[in-house]
């Protein structure tokens, strides 16, 4: 059998170490998505919106705007509710590396007995699992707890962070333009 023209693949070890390095390099770029802490709670711009219809594009414009910091906040709150319950940490963090190696942290489709695998199903299949996963555990209070004081602390900073003082081109770029709500 002849290989002429093939290009040698990596050892075992270096694929381990170069998957290690483009998770890293993954996990940088997403954090590297995250707002500045000292912007999101600058208290020189908080205030009551005056009307429902100068805090709907508040909200939107903050939601996109803050998101990898709001997502930072709801896992911070959710495993501060899961410290009294040390299985349920532990599945979380199972499942919180089943989030990275399966939707996360993949360059390639997820192929399956040599089928591709709409990223759709992968979200909904592990979704479900992690519901089911976390309601074995017993844990089901403090994670809806959890999960409605996460959401509460979203929404009420989304509203009364005003959105005049955010840089135009990262607002724009995520489809929402700066609104007039000083």
Same mark, same amino acid.
């Given at each position: 059998?002849? #290989?002429?023209?093939?290009? !040698? ?5 270096? #694929?381990?170490?170069?998957?290690? #390095? ?9 954090? &590297? ?15 009551? !919106? ?6 709907? !594009? ?27 319950? !040390? ?77 005049? *003082?955010?840089?135009? *081109? *990262?607002?724009?770029?995520? &489809? ?7």
């Amino acid at each position: 059998m002849t #290989t002429y023209g093939t290009i !040698p693949t990596a050892s075992t070890g270096a #694929t381990n170490l170069e998957y290690l #390095t483009r998770a890293k390099q993954a996990i940088k770029t997403g954090l &590297g998505t995250r707002q500045p802490w000292k912007l999101m709670f600058n208290l020189a711009s908080f205030n009551f !919106p005056h009307t429902i219809s100068e805090a709907t !594009p508040r909200f939107k414009t903050n939601i996109n705007y803050f998101r990898m910091n709001y997502a930072i906040i709801m896992l911070i709150i959710l495993f501060l509710s899961l410290l009294w319950h !040390p299985i349920s940490l532990i599945v979380l963090g199972v499942l919180m590396a089943a989030w990275l190696f399966f939707y996360f942290l993949r360059d390639e489709p997820l192929m399956v007995f040599n089928r591709v695998i709409d990223d759709g199903v992968v979200l909904t299949v592990l979704a479900v699992v992690t519901i089911v996963l976390l309601l074995f555990t017993d844990a089901t209070k403090n994670i809806l707890s959890s999960v409605v004081v996460g959401a509460a602390v979203v929404v009420v900073h989304a509203v009364l962070r005003r959105t005049d *003082d955010l840089c135009d *081109d *990262d607002v724009e770029a995520g &489809g929402y333009a700066v609104g007039s709500s000083s």
